[in-house]
């Protein structure tokens, strides 16, 4: 097996490092099973591997479609390669595997509102008496603005936290009231609007609280969020960096006991654009690669769907 091609084939396709690496784990049992050539697996020595899985190693529906859906994307390269004529992988499915559940979604106004709570107890009301020295209330203050702006971009440009790590202070052009986006491996660049409302924390941000945060910095950096400084935490800034997300998160669950994560607004807020923008719009505010990607959002938009069986059938 050509490991480095399938991987390159596997980054081609937008999957994260952690997902490849599975892929080939479940590529080195199936081949360790099967013991044959890539040229001489038949769709047979795939059902033979799917029930081997089952049956000797115990693992459940879902795992099994995983394991299926790692063979799927080496034949098709293989297959797109020139190097088989057919995927033995071709209508293969496995029933029972669970669906995924619909979490809540979110309403542009229910973020609106969202953000206001938050803002409200953990920035503008936030009792900071706990601190017994100034310099720490001083810190927790900078703390609290810069992850209240984090908080706004995540609601309002539905961005996943490493985009957020990636912006720089060049990315923002107040002027035109919007914000580049550095997609990185998984996403693509795009600029987006910032809405009115996002305009003064950014001011606030950019002319006082960033320039008191970068005074503590050990060198200079063009981020637009900078980690709090060293004697607060014994942690590397790296690990600050990272370790923001899940502390807001906990606030904000604290606030709504329906958020689970960041990722489900960044949903809400996907859900909302293809609703009003169109599919390919969606895809571009967004940063996805590819309009099937897009597509998985639309059946999160149950209100015409609501709308049209209450119209077919009223009672």
Request: with cysteine; aromatic share 10%; proline share 3%.
């Amino acid at each position: 097996m050509n490991t480095k091609a399938f991987r390159k084939y596997l980054e081609s396709k937008g999957l994260a490092k952690l997902t490849q690496k599975q892929y080939l784990l479940d590529l080195q049992t199936f081949f360790n099973h099967i013991k044959k050539e890539n040229i001489q697996v038949t769709k047979p020595d795939i059902l033979k591997h799917l029930e081997y899985l089952k049956n000797r190693k115990g693992l459940q529906n879902v795992t099994r479609q995983h394991h299926l859906i790692a063979l799927n994307h080496y034949f098709t390269y293989l297959y797109k390669s020139e190097q088989i004529t057919q995927n033995p992988c071709l209508f293969i499915k496995i029933r029972g595997t669970r669906k995924k559940q619909l979490h809540k979604i979110y309403t542009p106004e229910e973020l609106d509102t969202l953000f206001d709570n938050y803002y409200q107890l953990f920035v503008r009301s936030y009792d900071d008496s706990r601190h017994r020295h100034e310099a720490q209330r001083h810190y927790s203050r900078l703390y609290r603005e810069r992850n209240a702006l984090i908080v706004s971009i995540l609601f309002n440009q539905g961005l996943i936290t490493t985009e957020i790590e990636r912006i720089e202070m060049s990315d923002i052009d107040l002027t035109k009231a919007s914000i580049k986006i550095r997609g990185g491996l998984r996403g693509k660049d795009r600029t987006l609007p910032l809405k009115a409302t996002q305009i003064g924390l950014f001011i606030n941000y950019l002319q006082n609280t960033r320039p008191q945060l970068a005074e503590y910095q050990t060198k200079e950096s063009e981020k637009l969020f900078l980690p709090l400084p060293a004697i607060c935490n014994k942690t590397t800034e790296k690990d600050m960096q990272r370790g923001v997300f899940k502390p807001l998160a906990e606030q904000i669950k604290s606030i709504d006991k329906q958020f689970i994560n960041f990722w489900q607004i960044r949903t809400s807020v996907i859900t909302f654009w293809v609703k009003t923008q169109g599919l390919r719009k969606a895809q571009y505010l967004a940063g996805h690669s590819r309009i099937c990607t897009t597509e998985k959002y639309v059946a999160n938009d149950l209100e015409n769907l609501i709308e049209d069986i209450n119209k077919l059938n009223p009672f």
